[in-house]
T-cell receptor, first 114, second 113 residues
Framework: AQSVTQLDSHVSVSEGTPVLLRCNYS??????LFWYVQHPNKGLQLLLK??????LVKGINGFEAEFKKSETSFHLTKPSAHMSDAAEYFC????????????FGAGTILRVKS | EAQVTQNPRYLITVTGKKLTVTCSQN?????MSWYRQDPGLGLRQIYY???????DKGDVPEGYKVSRKEKRNFPLILESPSPNQTSLYFC????????????FGQGTRLTVV
């Protein structure tokens, strides 16, 4: 099974509407999970991370994600999209079975329409 | 400012001409790694290093070499580049251990013709 699956390769929303980027992970142990954002021609920037503390994690720029162990999911949400949110988003897992490696999902490209 | 610096940002080269992409970090991180990013495939790890003089293969190491002679530097070497190595490359560093976040360089866009 894929270690990290981002369920949508592209998501398109209108400015001011909610954003939902979906991520499922595979891990037999307690994983650490991250969301990174990549704006065009830029490096990757950490949005937020989960490391076994509160299951609802708040990140930068109004994003948040909820760790749901029963669903093996870590979906990223934002109540109201802004044009500047247009970027590619990566869900990343770190877990004992992957050693010291970060395992990346394939990415979701978010388009925000005016 | 804490950062990972890669150079060059853009590079066009010809098949077979050896090249090096440099990477340097100023955060005293033990762990450094190289990734390549291709559309629809996310980031795939090429090589990683857990400390000075300790390197190991990632998921796609063929055609690449690395070295870690100093803690802060982790160059990526392509001894004989081929067109299938045309890609966007990222260097990253972090502390060793689960749950530690990685810091990324700005990327190097390499084209091999």
């Amino acid at each position: 099974a894929q270690s990290v699956t981002q369920l949508d390769s592209h998501v398109s929303v209108s400015e001011g509407t909610p954003v939902l980027l979906r991520c499922n992970y595979s891990s037999s142990y307690s994983p650490s999970l991250f969301w990174y954002v990549q704006h065009p021609n830029k490096g990757l920037q950490l949005l937020l991370k989960y490391t076994s503390a509160a299951t609802l994690v708040k990140g930068i720029n109004g994003f948040e994600a909820e760790f749901k162990k029963s669903e093996t999911s870590f979906h990223l949400t934002k109540p109201s999209a802004h044009m500047s949110d247009a970027a590619e988003y990566f869900c990343v897992v770190s877990a004992m079975e992957y050693g010291n490696k970060l395992v990346f999902g394939a990415g979701t490209i978010l388009r925000v329409k005016s | 400012e804490a950062q990972v610096t890669q150079n060059p940002r853009y590079l066009i080269t010809v098949t077979g001409k050896k090249l090096t992409v440099t990477c340097s970090q100023n955060m005293n991180h033990e762990y450094m790694s190289w990734y390549r990013q291709d559309p629809g495939l996310g980031l795939r790890q090429i090589y990683y290093s857990m400390n000075v003089e300790v390197t190991d293969k990632g998921d796609v190491p063929e055609g690449y070499k690395v070295s870690r002679k100093e803690k802060r530097n982790f160059p990526l070497i392509l001894e004989s580049p081929s067109p299938n190595q045309t890609s966007l490359y990222f260097c990253a560093s972090r502390y060793t251990g689960l749950g530690t976040e990685a810091f990324f360089g700005q990327g190097t866009r390499l084209t091999v013709v």
